[in-house]
């Protein structure tokens, strides 16, 4: 009796040897050629992207510099950074020659020690346990505060320091820049 041995999950690509496969030319060479539709994406959705490519490719040990919250989607920062390091991933694959080695360098490099970095949108949360970010407060300014005066006046500048005190009253904290 044999028994079948489960292969091993192949890396995920970067799409390079996708584009070779089909085709894609060398360097400065246009696998597409004049009037060819525009190549489909990989993948059509960010949570696939992140589940079959981001997450098994750039792995990091979790804990102390770096963070991840399996509710990554519960963080609207989190989720506009891989958004847009997805898109941009999906164009610059597609580049020949050094496309790939461009989104390392000016997308990637610069958003993962933010991303998963301990102050980035996950500072709060661990890999098993999800904790609400908290969003800063705010005080609308008081009404007049954007006030810009006359075209021919320039800026209003409030030389009066009691000003907007006296229209804030408790709600200014006492400290303003004059």
Known sequence: MTTAQASPPA???DGALDRADAGGGGPGQDA??????????????????????????????LGGEYRWCAQWWQHGEAISRLTALW????????QPGTGIAAWYRDHLDHQ????????????????DAHREPHEAAV?????????LGHEDDGPVIRADPEWPQAEL???GGGHHAA
């Open 169 to 171: 009253g408790d709600a």
């Open 87 to 94: 898109h941009a991933w999906e164009v610059l694959r597609l």
């Open 11 to 13: 890396p995920p690509s």
């Open 32 to 61: 597409r050629g004049p009037g060819a539709e525009a190549p489909e994406p990989v993948y059509t959705q960010l949570e696939d992207w992140l589940i079959d490519y981001f997450l098994p490719m750039f792995r990091r040990t």
């Open 139 to 147: 005080v609308p300014a008081p009404e007049r505060w954007w006030d």
């Open 112 to 127: 993962l020690p933010i991303l998963m970095g301990a102050r980035g949108p996950f500072y709060q949360c661990s890999e």
